[in-house]
């Protein structure tokens, strides 16, 4: 009977724990961690998002007044992490809290540079999206230094200068990819290289494709992890190639050439049914096959169309890819076979996208929130909607029945309601 009562409780406890992991793994599911989303996709697992965007169903919770920056907000539980650059010398980094907008705490270190060309048109100010991981927050700032704060207190737990510590050039145009926590490693773009480093310490682990930075290093795109042919992998877009690699060394197990105008491959990769879908500016929309045969791999170009996308990174849904393109226009393409859908009126010159469902919310950087369906049919426009009259580059974060909108000198909080 002991042994009855003994069992009944151990399973109990089991179940109780289960229950519990399954909560924390659903409420991390819902923050707004990284680079477009949890899984660096785009998708909102949040609120059921209402059926248009208006005042009646968008509401400003609140509104916290900042210095100029291109980072997304990082949204946890109960903060929000901003980003700016202060008096074109500091980088600060200041968490809000959630629910009243209220500053918590800032920190911040010596940190600017002037971009040049058409670059210096929008502004010299940090670029990359921060990540959040277990209590700590990783900011990569516009010299390609890396910070980790404890994102509690704002204490800086480590920091990273990779041009000071490897020799690398200083990126001309501003470090633009955003950090990858995956396990206890990050994953960068920087310092001319892709570098994995251990994310409690910095120390690094390996680094790989180094090009030196400069003008025509530092790349742009963002890393990403997927499974092609059975195999994990890491995924990254250098400014001229686009590469697989183990995660464990490092090592390069695939890599393809990207046409690109002065280096401008800026698209974080999308994976679909063991294919890589990307799209260079002034080039085309490519989709490539890497094959794994014995542990030799080869790469094929699938399909390409001339539908050149600019700095928006797309979203997808059965199988269909939609896209902000070079031209402003939203598109859809199929990804089995390259054949365009649709195409809509032009919209702003960048669009960063969130996708539940069926619908699509892309944040512009006129300030207008425009909606439509995901669907291959035809463009569906479902509502579009001012949030600033400031620009809005940085990418639209989204949690709970929240969506909060960087604008280049604020930050708002919308409450939204499905009903």
Same mark, same amino acid.
């Given at each position: 009977?002991?042994?009855?009562?003994?069992?009944?409780?151990?399973?109990?406890?089991?179940?109780?724990?289960?229950?519990?992991?399954?909560?924390?793994?659903?409420?991390?599911?819902?923050?707004?961690?990284?680079?477009?989303?949890?899984?660096?996709?785009?998708?909102?697992?949040?609120?059921?998002? !209402?059926?248009?965007?208006?005042?009646?169903?968008?509401?400003? =919770?609140?509104?916290?007044?900042?210095?100029?920056?291109?980072?997304?907000?990082?949204?946890?539980?109960?903060?929000?992490?901003?980003?700016?650059?202060?008096?074109?010398?500091?980088?600060?980094?200041?968490?809000?809290?959630?629910?009243?907008?209220?500053?918590?705490?800032?920190?911040?270190?010596?940190?600017?540079?002037?971009?040049?060309?058409?670059?210096?048109?929008?502004?010299?100010?940090?670029?990359?999206?921060?990540?959040?991981?277990?209590?700590?927050?990783?900011?990569?700032?516009?010299?390609?230094?890396?910070?980790?704060?404890?994102?509690?207190?704002?204490?800086?737990?480590?920091?990273?200068?990779?041009?000071?510590?490897?020799?690398?050039?200083?990126?001309?145009?501003?470090?633009?990819?955003? !950090?990858?926590?995956?396990?206890?490693?990050?994953?960068?773009?920087?310092?001319?290289?892709?570098?994995?480093?251990?994310?409690?310490?910095?120390?690094?682990?390996?680094? @790989?494709?180094?090009?030196?930075?400069?003008?025509?290093?530092? =790349?742009?795109?963002?890393?990403?992890?997927?499974?092609?042919?059975?195999?994990?992998?890491?995924?990254?877009?250098?400014?001229?190639?686009?590469?697989?690699?183990?995660?464990?060394?490092?090592?390069?197990?695939?890599?393809?050439?990207? !046409?690109?105008?002065?280096?401008?491959?800026?698209?974080?990769?999308?994976?679909?049914?063991?294919?890589?879908?990307?799209?260079?500016?002034?080039?085309?929309?490519?989709?490539?096959?890497?094959?794994?045969?014995?542990?030799?791999?080869?790469?094929?170009?699938?399909?390409?169309?001339?539908?050149?996308?600019?700095?928006?990174?797309?979203?997808?849904?059965?199988?269909?890819?939609?896209?902000?393109?070079?031209?402003?226009?939203?598109?859809?393409?199929?990804?089995?076979?390259?054949?365009?859908?649709?195409?809509?009126?032009?919209?702003?010159?960048?669009?960063?996208?969130?996708?539940?469902?069926?619908?699509?919310?892309?944040?512009?950087?006129?300030?207008?929130?425009?909606?439509?369906?995901?669907? !291959?049919?035809?463009?569906?426009?479902?509502?579009?909607?001012?949030?600033?009259?400031?620009?809005?580059? @940085?990418?639209?974060?989204?949690?709970?029945?929240?969506?909060?909108?960087?604008?280049?000198? =604020?930050?708002? @909080?919308?409450?939204?309601?499905?009903?």
């Amino acid at each position: 009977m002991k042994s009855n009562v003994f069992t009944g409780i151990a399973l109990l406890v089991v179940a109780a724990c289960f229950s519990s992991s399954l909560q924390a793994q659903e409420s991390e599911s819902t923050n707004w961690s990284q680079w477009r989303g949890p899984a660096r996709d785009g998708n909102f697992t949040g609120e059921p998002l !209402p059926d248009k965007l208006d005042d009646s169903t968008l509401k400003k =919770a609140w509104r916290k007044e900042l210095g100029p920056s291109y980072s997304g907000p990082i949204v946890t539980d109960d903060r929000v992490f901003v980003t700016e650059t202060k008096d074109k010398k500091y980088e600060v980094v200041t968490a809000l809290d959630r629910e009243t907008g209220k500053v918590m705490w800032e920190t911040e270190w010596k940190g600017s540079m002037k971009v040049p060309f058409f670059a210096a048109e929008n502004g010299s100010w940090i670029r990359s999206t921060p990540a959040w991981d277990d209590g700590r927050l990783y900011v990569a700032g516009i010299t390609d230094v890396l910070v980790c704060l404890d994102s509690d207190t704002g204490k800086i737990l480590w920091k990273k200068d990779f041009p000071g510590e490897t020799g690398s050039k200083k990126p001309d145009f501003g470090c633009a990819s955003s !950090p990858m926590i995956l396990d206890e490693a990050l994953y960068m773009q920087a310092g001319g290289a892709l570098y994995k480093l251990n994310k409690k310490t910095g120390e690094v682990i390996w680094s @790989a494709l180094s090009d030196g930075g400069g003008m025509m290093g530092s =790349a742009f795109a963002s890393p990403t992890v997927a499974e092609l042919n059975g195999v994990q992998q890491l995924l990254v877009q250098t400014r001229s190639h686009l590469n697989g690699l183990d995660l464990e060394t490092g090592k390069v197990l695939w890599s393809q050439p990207v !046409p690109s105008f002065r280096g401008m491959n800026i698209l974080t990769p999308l994976v679909h049914d063991n294919n890589v879908f990307t799209s260079s500016y002034r080039n085309h929309s490519y989709m490539y096959s890497p094959v794994n045969k014995g542990g030799e791999w080869n790469v094929a170009e699938k399909w390409k169309v001339k539908k050149p996308a600019y700095m928006s990174t797309p979203v997808v849904k059965d199988g269909n890819v939609y896209m902000h393109l070079q031209n402003q226009r939203f598109t859809c393409i199929d990804l089995n076979n390259g054949e365009t859908k649709w195409t809509s009126a032009p919209y702003g010159k960048y669009s960063s996208m969130i996708i539940q469902g069926d619908k699509i919310v892309a944040l512009d950087q006129r300030g207008e929130l425009v909606m439509f369906r995901a669907s !291959p049919e035809e463009f569906e426009l479902l509502s579009e909607h001012r949030v600033s009259d400031e620009e809005t580059w @940085a990418h639209l974060a989204a949690s709970g029945d929240e969506l909060f909108v960087r604008e280049l000198n =604020a930050i708002t @909080a919308f409450q939204f309601d499905s009903k």
